[in-house]
């Protein structure tokens, strides 16, 4: 099709389908660059792109753009900063803090396309990939080499690379290896302005790739990455202990961690949870149990019977009801699935639920559970709690029913009255979900209006017009009118930022 053709089909797409958000040469200047497929223009289709995890967080953009090269992405961006249209880039939707949620008179930038995995150097321990290759991919890319790539999202299967980069991922493996930014050694970025630039672990001056990674979109768009990968361990044992509830196997966290051993991982779900993935996909965890905690090991072989031993003494001291290792290598998998399955497996317990994200000093964890529940019994709603126990992430699932008045409401006051008391026990209001759309509005329970306007010139340093990603991370009058919570009032009165961010 011809650009004349293309930019007609926009034209009367334009009218008879989308009322006229971008103006009629934003719309020419992306016929010119991008396919009639890379630009998505009708309404039932724009759908697709409405919400990322947090479904109930919904807008329609203007436009998404679908390039499939670096050079593509900086000219979309280039439209954008031409014509003052606010960007979001979206890797494959499934963060749970409204990051990708698109702006309406906005365009989104999808990098579904961008799948390569472009080099991989065993010898210096690296691959380079595309911002839209899944998480899982890296690893089976480099299995053969005798490598993987340890951070490892619950959603590891479909989330990107990309995405993963954005949000600061971490994974129930982070405990030990550390989160993304840990494992990032190279970026090609597009900025706001539509430059391209590279930044590296190696560039002298301030560490602004470090600044970019977490940064979730504000900063500008990844187009390549390069990450460090890790050899195969000689050994790995994956431990499952059943305890009488979530007191007993907290505790054996602490000893653990206090006795100085660090597993790989150590995960941790409650009776909702464990029932949840029993029904979804028979993950084989002991049954009448209130706690089950997922403890793993890798390394040396001697060091991982060692540190073993010593777990296995510490939760007969807590009065484990069970403990098994996995006998097979499918015995592992199975184990892991029922966790990496856990909160889409709560579909089979509750039709709604809204994953919260914070995290608590391991030595607070009782005492955060204990006033998980209290909130819980108050609000009238169950809440199930599954978590990094080795690192304090918590994850707690308030299921709810939205066909019930005012149980949506109650279910997001619940979460955020749960995020208050993260942060009361001396946490932080995310530990690897972002802040997004979700939490711009508790930011204030941890950072200062100076501390905030810091991060703000950060942002401005990199875009001076607040294209990328606006309404995310900075919390407005605007929009934290419009969110139920406890720590409304204050910030809206704290922030100090006003509407321009």
Not at 356 to 379: F, K, M, Y
Not at 422 to 443: L, N, Q, R, W
Request: glycine share 10%; with cysteine.
């Amino acid at each position: 099709m011809t650009r004349a053709l293309t930019r007609r089909r926009l034209l009367h797409t334009l009218a008879s389908v989308r009322s006229a958000v971008l103006d009629l040469g934003a719309l020419a200047d992306l016929a010119a660059i991008l396919r009639p497929d890379q630009l998505i223009l009708e309404l039932e289709q724009l759908r697709t792109y409405e919400c990322d995890g947090l479904m109930r967080h919904r807008v329609i953009p203007a436009a998404v753009a679908i390039p499939e090269s670096a050079a593509e992405v900086q000219a979309v961006v280039r439209v954008c900063n031409a014509h003052k249209i606010p960007f979001v880039a979206r890797g494959a939707g499934t963060g749970l803090s409204g990051g990708a949620m698109p702006v309406a008179e906005g365009i989104v930038i999808s990098l579904a396309r961008f799948t390569k995995i472009l080099a991989i150097d065993a010898d210096r321990g690296e691959v380079t990939v595309e911002p839209g290759v899944a998480n899982l991919d890296v690893t089976k890319a480099v299995a053969s080499h005798g490598f993987y790539y340890a951070p490892d999202p619950s959603s590891q299967q479909v989330c990107t690379i990309g995405g993963n980069t954005a949000e600061n991922s971490g994974g129930a493996h982070c405990l030990k290896y550390g989160f993304t930014v840990n494992h990032i050694l190279a970026a090609e970025i597009v900025l706001p302005s539509g430059e391209l630039v590279e930044l590296s672990v190696w560039d002298e001056g301030p560490d602004l790739l470090g600044a970019f990674i977490g940064s979730e979109g504000t900063l500008g768009i990844a187009t390549r990455l390069t990450l460090r990968i890790l050899r195969a361990p000689e050994a790995v044992v994956t431990l499952l202990a059943g305890f009488a509830g979530m007191e007993e196997a907290g505790a054996a966290v602490s000893d653990v961690i206090g006795c100085g051993i660090i597993p790989a991982a150590i995960e941790m779900m409650d009776s909702i949870t464990i029932e949840a993935a029993e029904a979804a996909v028979q993950a084989g965890y002991p049954t009448g149990c209130g706690a089950v905690l997922i403890v793993e090991f890798d390394g040396p072989r001697a060091q991982v019977e060692d540190d073993l031993e010593r777990v296995l003494e510490i939760c007969a001291l807590r009065k484990a009801r069970e403990t098994r290792t996995a006998e097979s290598a499918a015995d592992r998998a199975r184990i892991w699935r029922g966790r990496k399955a856990a909160f889409a497996a709560m579909g089979r317990v509750s039709p709604n639920y809204y994953v919260q994200d914070g995290v608590v000093p391991r030595t607070r964890l009782p005492e955060v559970l204990h006033a998980i529940n209290e909130l819980s019994a108050r609000a009238g709603l169950r809440v199930g709690n599954v978590f990094h126990a080795g690192d304090g992430n918590l994850h707690p699932l308030v299921l709810y029913d939205a066909r019930i008045a005012g149980q949506a409401e109650r279910a997001e006051a619940l979460a955020n009255e749960i995020l208050v008391a993260c942060v009361d026990a001396g946490g932080s209001i995310t530990g690897e979900h972002g802040v997004g759309a979700d939490k711009a509005c508790a930011m204030p329970l941890m950072f200062s209006e100076q501390d905030l306007e810091a991060m703000a010139r950060l942002r401005s340093a990199f875009d001076p017009d607040g294209l990328a990603n606006p309404g995310k991370i900075f919390p407005t009058p605007r929009l934290c009118g419009e969110v139920p919570g406890p720590y409304r009032v204050h910030a809206i009165e704290q922030a100090g930022l006003g509407e321009r961010l």
